[in-house]
Nanobody, 126 residues
Framework: QVQFVESGGGLVQPGGSLRLSCAAS????????IAWFRQAPGKERERVSC????????DYADSVKGRFTISRDNAKTTVYLQMNSLKPEDTAVYYC???????????????????WGQGTQVTVSS
């Protein structure tokens, strides 16, 4: 059974940092591109970042470029999202996701992904 689990969320002040982790059981994350999405109350789920299976290719939403960094440790089947200079508008539930037919990024929409974690809450507030 494939299961993704996110961790690392929490409450942080504006300008602060958090590092989210996405771990998997039942498969090796190293074979697949992994994306991070987020969903704020009343809004659609949006893709924040993606990393290819090799780790050589990454992309970011314009709203997080220069502040967030995605990385992966294939040996430990974990993908990370380092979030710096956090803003109140970054408040959302963050999810990791994969399409098990894809090793490269390029899928922008939630419906294109097959497997999801349960999400981790990130709240940026003073």
């Amino acid at each position: 059974q494939v299961q993704f689990v996110e961790s690392g969320g929490g409450l942080v002040q504006p300008g602060g940092s958090l590092r989210l982790s996405c771990a998997a059981s039942g498969l090796s994350l190293g074979y697949y591109a992994i994306a991070w999405f987020r969903q704020a109350p009343g809004k659609e789920r949006e893709r924040v970042s993606c990393i290819s299976s090799s780790g050589r290719n990454t992309d970011y939403a314009d709203s997080v470029k220069g502040r967030f960094t995605i990385s992966r440790d294939n040996a430990k089947t974990t993908v990370y999202l380092q979030m710096n200079s956090l803003k109140p508008e970054d408040t959302a539930v963050y999810y990791c996701a994969a399409n098990l037919m894809r090793t490269l990024c390029g899928m922008d929409y939630a419906y294109e992904y097959d497997y999801w974690g349960q999400g981790t809450q990130v709240t940026v507030s003073s």
